[in-house]
């Protein structure tokens, strides 16, 4: 698509150069080893693949959770989105979640989505942990902003984390934010953060090799519990 760089420069918001995120891997509880990692603007093609689906799922609002992710993460890929960061999961090299967010500023950090095609393993909780992990010991953020869109959400974030309510309004809109900050994540890291470093090098290989896409009568399984759409 012909771009006019000198309108370009104007369009485009100036970003502040992030510290990446170091892969780690985590167990799940089925004993399958899963690849934390975070991906760059031109992985965002093939990740808009997987997420595309499953904004017609209405099952516990995965239609605008995954409609607001695929907005959010062509914004970034098209350069209209500030200071946002993806992260996604991967077991022998298939996406199975994602994540996302941004800095708000340099203290603050907003909290966008998260996002998982394979239930019942604890993926979410994991990624937004990482998700956690990252705004809070690699970008080196005071506080993060977040709000669930669902009760599983409000349930896994809100409650689990036990966060701070807030009167401060969260740029997704609807409910206001609730406040991670810097000490209660650490109060709370040993409890929900996990995973190691570093990544046995089989095993990242693999997952920088390809971003594997399942199928979509596959996700519809694992979401919705259905044969396929």
């Given at each position: 698509m012909p771009i006019d760089l000198e309108l370009e420069s104007v369009l485009r918001p100036p970003e502040v150069p992030m510290?990446?995120?170091p892969p780690k891997v985590v167990t799940l509880a089925n004993g399958k080893q899963m690849v934390v990692r975070e991906i760059t603007r031109e992985d965002v093609p093939r990740v808009l693949e997987a997420v595309r689906p499953i904004t017609t799922y209405e099952r516990d609002y995965y239609d605008i959770v995954a409609s607001r992710v695929y907005a959010e993460l062509l914004g970034w890929y098209r350069w209209r989105i500030v200071n946002?960061?993806?992260?996604?999961?991967q077991i022998d090299g298939m996406l199975v979640g994602l994540v996302n967010s941004r800095m708000l500023n340099a203290k603050t950090g907003m909290s966008l989505h998260t996002l998982t095609?394979?239930?019942?393993l604890r993926i979410g909780s994991h990624m937004?942990?990482?998700k956690m992990e990252h705004h809070i010991e690699y970008l080196k953020q005071e506080e993060v902003?977040?709000?669930?869109e669902s009760p599983i959400g409000f349930r896994r974030w809100m409650i689990e984390y036990g966060l701070e309510p807030t009167n401060i309004p969260h740029e997704l809109g609807g409910a206001l934010s609730f406040?991670?900050?810097?000490?209660?994540?650490?109060?709370?890291?040993d409890r929900l953060v996990v995973g190691d470093r570093p990544v046995p090098k089989e095993l990242l290989d693999k997952a920088?090799?390809?971003?594997?896409?399942?199928?979509e009568k596959t996700v519809a399984q694992k979401i919705c519990g259905v044969k396929g759409r």
């Open positions: 510290v990446p995120y946002e960061f993806v992260l996604i999961a095609t394979d239930r019942g937004f942990a990482a902003l977040i709000v669930a406040r991670l900050s810097k000490e209660l994540y650490f109060a709370t890291k920088m090799e390809d971003i594997i896409v399942v199928d």
